[in-house]
């Protein structure tokens, strides 16, 4: 059986796309330091990351536009560049949870201390958070081999079905990427200082 670029690497989109989300579910259950590292927090990684999200956000619409404008170069390049934003999120994400204990919405403000108005705002707006937090977790595990696999159907110029897989990829790919900013936004103010 001849093995195609895009059949060649489904094994490893596989096994790749169930490893990532395994690893970094096991990240909340040590830190670096349950294992001899004095490392410093590396707080000042989420607003890094809530940009590169952003700006994943922005380079998925202009490729799209790119592509239906013609212009498949560009359209590659930014996906490109997309799928290598979407590494550098992955890679301080773990980075910062290894080294960082997980803030909870609504834990506290910056001075630690919440008001009977705060502790109102908390409540009926932790829905809304966690609605779109699990939401955002749950796509971004389906995000994996969509993405690898769209990819690799271009990489072996099967634009047809790269296209047909593009339609489901590119949404929801946006909607991760909007919404790791928006949890973001939201999460920030409980951020320890």
Not at 25 to 54: H, M, Q
Not at 82 to 111: E, P, R
Request: with cysteine; hydrophobic share 55%; glycine share 4%.
């Amino acid at each position: 059986m001849e093995h195609t670029t895009d059949t060649k690497y489904n094994k490893l989109i596989i096994a790749v796309s169930i490893v990532i989300p395994i690893v970094v579910a096991l990240l909340f259950s040590f830190k670096l330091k349950d294992f001899g590292f004095d490392v410093e927090p590396l707080s000042f990684l989420p607003p890094i990351y809530a940009t590169i999200n952003g700006v994943t956000a922005v380079v998925l619409v202009v490729a799209v536009w790119a592509i239906k404008n013609g212009n498949r170069k560009l359209h590659e390049r930014l996906m490109k560049f997309a799928i290598l934003c979407s590494l550098a999120f992955l890679v301080m994400y773990v980075a910062y949870h290894l080294t960082s204990v997980s803030t909870k919405y609504g834990d506290s403000n910056a001075d630690g201390i919440l008001d009977a108005a705060e502790l109102a705002s908390v409540g009926s707006m932790r829905l809304i958070y966690f609605v779109i937090l699990i939401t955002h977790i749950l796509l971004s595990i389906v995000i994996i081999p969509l993405v690898l696999f769209t990819y690799v159907r271009a990489l072996a110029q099967r634009f047809d079905k790269h296209k047909k897989l593009a339609k489901i990829t590119f949404p929801i790919w946006l909607y991760v990427a909007v919404t790791g900013v928006v949890v973001y936004l939201m999460i920030s103010p409980y951020y320890a200082s």
